[in-house]
């Protein structure tokens, strides 16, 4: 078994997470860009897990997955609230915090 | 008792608490807690002393002919407190001497205790009187019980202090309160030798103040002679100031400002007594350092010259006194220089002895005067101008009177007889004859002049306020403890006379002992030449004195000062107290005192105000100084850059301050892709 193909497929993942977070205006594209990302993380433990043999790795990425779960939770009722109060959800718009 | 004897001196003390505390609410405003407690010290005393006589002379010192056998002193002490590797100990240490003055300071405090509840009845500061009285006796006695020379330096510095209390009692007129400024301040000039001698002998003993170590040492050689000679001048120095010798005898007249018990107290038990005291408590010292009858050394000692000095001048001011206190404040003085000259002689034991009987017929002599102010001239004390012929109205105040004024002349048999002798025979056997001479002559002035005092008291025609008011005996409290001291001043003298020697083996001391062995006499040797010499010349100075005053005899010397001008001016030097006085006051004190306050007062003006003033100039430049620059430019600029810096920061910064997520999330994926990019070309590989 060859780590560099698990690897691979982790950075272009979590490359067209990076891209989909930074290009993207659509909040709930964003957050799903998120998580690519995190996938992506996960990818890369479970194979270094498989690597050395152990099941640490699998256990991290169950974290991971949990806390994803509640993160998006967290992040689609912003977006929800931006959405009834703006009626959209591009983030360009949404700026309250300039100073 | 001898091992408890702390409670001696710790019952008077806590009295003294007792009376300030609790005496005004108590029926008698305190005397009763006085009289328990000197009391109560008194009967302990009087078991110490039981027990020390019934102690047995096991300690054996010497060898061969000189061996002596000698009661071992009890010495309890226990560690006061710590300086570095120095314990300073505190405790007791009872031998003869201890005992005897014991005895001595618990019964003529407790008689002047009873005397007082009369003669002070109805003062306006009873219960403050009581309660000094008491911490007087508890001063006097921790000083005779001391272990160690500093907790020596505490009962006689207790002393002091309330002696000033006691002399100046009725402070509200300006003379007394200055009499009791003068003997507090007379005698602390003698106390900077105490404190001067006690730093000399602590370290030149090794670091102790133990005074049976410090007598060892001096005896046994182990402390050089030059030092022991500057640690006896210095310790001299507070004898000197504290028994009123020549010089500094002056405060000791001035001290009768005080109610007559107190003179009482202070003239026969405590306070003057506390110099002899000390001389014969460290006599090791003193005997070796200045070399009192050591052979080869002259005709004269230090001590037996300033002893010698004082009997004469003493005496001769007694003559020319009309205070009937001052003629006993005096004698007190003469007889206090008999003292000192005899431990200058090496007359240890006759000191002690005659300390031990002239403290009965002197607190008699002061309690007798006492009386006859207090019922025969209405509060007087001229004997001129308001006394005489009390005899008739006075009988008992007369008859104790006489029997003390003929102890302390020297008459056999009464007690003042054996102890002058006493100290008479050693200073002949020691070969001081000088002395022996001086020592006659002030036993004929002695005689004289109390004959005088009696004569102008008790005889002629009543005068004054005793031919005006009537006449009257005292109330028993106060007639009781003259009886008794007239009964002392007769046999006290019985214990070494007639034969017995009770008194010298008692008080004989085992560190003492065997140095005094050649010069000391324990058992003094009564010769009859010598006791016919002394009682001749005592008896001719009464008859003299009576010749004089009574039957107006001696024609050519009657009123000589009133017709010579030379006899004139030599009774205007006594009068004037040979200008001690006025060289004290005027030449010494004004001439310290004036130059001083002078410089004193440039001093203030020049240097003082000039630094005054100059700090006031600087502080004001210094003000400008820090107003312009520090505060005007340095801190407030400070302030101004710090706001000014922030605004501008803030605007700055402001400008990435965008409100987007996406711009922060780009710089934040930016910043980690360089750090990961740094990462792998510095540290990886």
Known sequence: ??????LL?????????VYGVLARKNGVLVLMSIELMLNAVNINLIAFGAFRGNAIGQVFALF????????????????????????????DEVDLMRG | MLDHAWLIPAIPAVMFWLILGFGKRLPGKGHELGIAGVGASFVLSCVAAVQWIGRSTDVTIGEGAHVEHVRKAVEHSTTWFDIGNVHIRVGTYIDGLSVALLVVVGLISLLVHVYSTAYMHDDRRYTHYFAALSLFT??????VSASSALQMLFGWEAMGVCSFMLI????????????????FLTTRTGDVGFLIGLSILFFANGQTFDVRVWNANALGGHVSHLVLLMGAIALMGAVVGKSAQFPLHTWLPDAMAGPTPVSALIHAATMVVAGVFLFSRLYGVFFTGFSIAAPGHGTFTVPAVIGGITIIIAALLAFVQDDIKKVLAYSTVSQLGYMVMALGVGAWTGAIFHLFTHAFFKACLFLGAGSVSHSGSHHS??????????????????????IASLALAGIFPLAGFWSKDDILVTAGHNGYELFMVVGLIGAF???????RCVWLTFYGEPRGAAAEHHPHESPAAITAPLVILAFLSITAGWLNGFGFHYFGHWTTNETLVHALERVNLVEPRFSFPAAIISLAVAGSGILLAWLYFEKRALGPLQDLAARNALAARLKLVLVRKYYLDDLYEKVIVAGIAGPIARGAYWFNQTVIDGVVNGAGVGAKAAGHIVYDIIDQKVVDGAINGAGFTAEEGG?????IQTGRVQQYAAALFGAAALFGLALVFFVGT
């Open chain 2, 445 to 451: 002035m002695t005689a004289a002049y109390m004959t």
């Open chain 1, 64 to 91: 991971v997955i949990a806390v994803a779960a509640a993160e998006v939770g967290v992040g689609m009722a912003i977006v929800l609230l931006i959405f009834r109060n703006r009626a959209s959800v591009n983030l």
């Open chain 1, 9 to 17: 497929l982790a950075a272009a993942l979590f490359s067209i997470g």
């Open chain 2, 138 to 143: 508890a001063g006097m006695l921790t000083l």
């Open chain 2, 168 to 183: 100046g009692h009725w402070w509200e007129e300006k003379e007394n309160s200055n009499a009791a400024l003068k003997a």
């Open chain 2, 651 to 655: 605007t700055l910064l402001r400008i």
């Open chain 1, 1 to 6: 078994m060859y780590l560099v193909e698990y």
């Open chain 2, 381 to 402: 004390f001229d004997m001129k101008r308001d006394m005489g012929g009390l005899r008739k109205h006075m009988p008992i105040t007369f008859a104790t009177f006489g």
